[in-house]
């Protein structure tokens, strides 16, 4: 490997091009998995070094600190052809380059003593810069890695549709792209852990909040089959109003006509 002989600073050009890397889609964990192998990822990233093989001694995870950081990558960009809540909030993501960076180093403030949830925060803070990102998208790979825990432990632990535990998580996301990123990059997380982690269960609630909390930050629900979703709530409106069966299809169609002028939050 060539990687001891390279230069410890990151150039321009050599930020820019790992950016590109990690605005990929389906070819990144190979590639990942090839700069880690080369060590290159650790002269773009020091920090890595320190958690490679670093084990984690607890009941949920079955990998290395680095092979679960890896895989996590594996997961996220297996999103993409998922025809999921979470699939449609990756594909809807405007910089996916940031969230892959975010789970690159959210576990990357292991093996302190201290959280590693704050510690990984100070490493993105520090990180961000080094690879040219702005002061606004270090802030959000910070946040998502200071925050990567939180909403899991929401969804999993707590009472999803308390109106106080909504409005104080949907405050803490602050805008719709950091909610709908957290919510990939848990998801990721989970399933990155190790086999059977991750359930429909946990799928399900993780997709209810992410839409609980959209709807505060922006006033309407995630798209996700939004037009079967249309079609269904017709049908109802239809079988609410005792519709004869002879006249179905008609009045079907005056239900259609009169529900389209309004939203689809509506």
């Known amino acids: 490997s060539a990687a001891p002989q390279l230069s410890p600073e990151v150039t321009p050009y050599a930020a820019k091009s790992f950016l590109e890397i990690l605005r990929c889609t389906a070819p990144l964990p190979r590639i990942l998995r090839q700069l880690a192998e080369t060590r290159i990822l650790d002269v773009l990233i020091p920090d890595y070094t320190r958690i490679r093989c670093l084990m984690q001694f607890n009941q949920y995870h079955h990998f290395t600190v680095d092979e679960h950081t890896l ?14 809540p979470i699939g449609a909030a990756y594909r ?12 690159i180093l959210h576990d990357i403030g292991k093996g302190f003593v201290e959280d590693h949830c704050v510690v990984g925060e100070e490493v993105a803070s520090r990180i961000g810069p080094r690879l040219g990102l702005t002061q606004q998208q270090t802030e959000t790979i910070a946040f998502l890695v200071r925050w990567h825990l939180e909403m899991a432990d929401v969804a999993f632990r707590r009472d999803i549709t308390d109106e106080r535990t909504l409005v104080m998580f949907s405050h803490l996301c602050s805008s ?16 990155g852990v190790g086999p059977g982690v991750w359930t429909d269960w946990k799928s399900d609630l993780l997709a209810e909040l992410y839409d609980r909390c959209l709807l505060i930050l922006s006033g309407k629900h995630y798209t996700f089959h939004e037009q079967e979703r249309m079609q269904q709530i017709k049908q109802r409106v239809a079988t609410v109003m005792n519709v004869d069966p002879a006249e179905t299809e008609r009045r079907l169609e005056w239900v259609d ?9 509506y």
């Open 176 to 191: 719709p792209e950091r909610l709908r990123m957290l919510f990939v990059l848990t998801a990721a997380d989970v399933s």
């Open 92 to 103: 809807a993501l405007k910089n996916k380059e940031l969230l892959h960076l975010a789970l």
């Open 71 to 84: 895989r996590t990558l594996e997961e996220v960009t297996r999103f993409e052809q998922a025809d999921t």
């Open 257 to 265: 006509h009169q529900l389209t002028g309004f939203s689809a939050y």
